[in-house]
């Protein structure tokens, strides 16, 4: 029984997690994203972890790498408006989490994927 989330509290946790997917160029803070699901930042956090079995801030980064993978396949973006267009503003921390995330750099990544089709979840983790 006390695993079962009320109805409410699930549709805040997806209100949240909607948050976290959106506006990867911008900065988003856990306590924003718990003020906005009408919850405290440790039982937002504890409570998002428990549901969805990630904690927020490494959900926004899957967000944001799974779409910069998807922008290096798609598109002819530079490697450093891609990382601004998913809330990098230094390039080379962006190769290194992308790199950490799929295993390879962004422009190995873009060469060996250019069919322009995107398996996000082929990540390394």
């Known amino acids: 029984a006390e695993d079962?989330?009320?109805?409410?509290?699930?549709d805040s946790l997806e209100r949240g997690m909607s948050l976290l997917g959106s506006s990867l160029e911008q900065n988003v803070a856990v306590a924003d994203v718990a003020e906005?699901?009408?919850?405290?930042?440790s039982?937002?956090?504890e409570k998002f972890t428990k549901a969805f079995g990630i904690a927020p801030m490494a959900y926004r980064r899957q967000c944001?790498?799974?779409?910069?993978a998807q922008l290096l396949v798609t598109t002819d973006k530079n490697i450093s408006d891609i990382a601004l267009s998913v809330g990098y503003h230094n390039p080379s921390k962006f190769s290194a989490a992308f790199?950490?995330?799929?295993g390879r750099s962004p422009s190995e990544y873009r060469?060996?994927?250019n069919s322009g089709s995107v398996n996000a979840f082929q990540s390394r983790e």
């Open 4 to 10: 079962y989330l009320q109805r409410s509290t699930i």
């Open 36 to 41: 906005a699901s009408c919850m405290g930042i």
């Open 43 to 45: 039982a937002f956090k």
């Open 64 to 68: 944001r790498m799974e779409r910069a």
């Open 99 to 102: 790199a950490a995330t799929f």
């Open 111 to 113: 060469v060996t994927n």
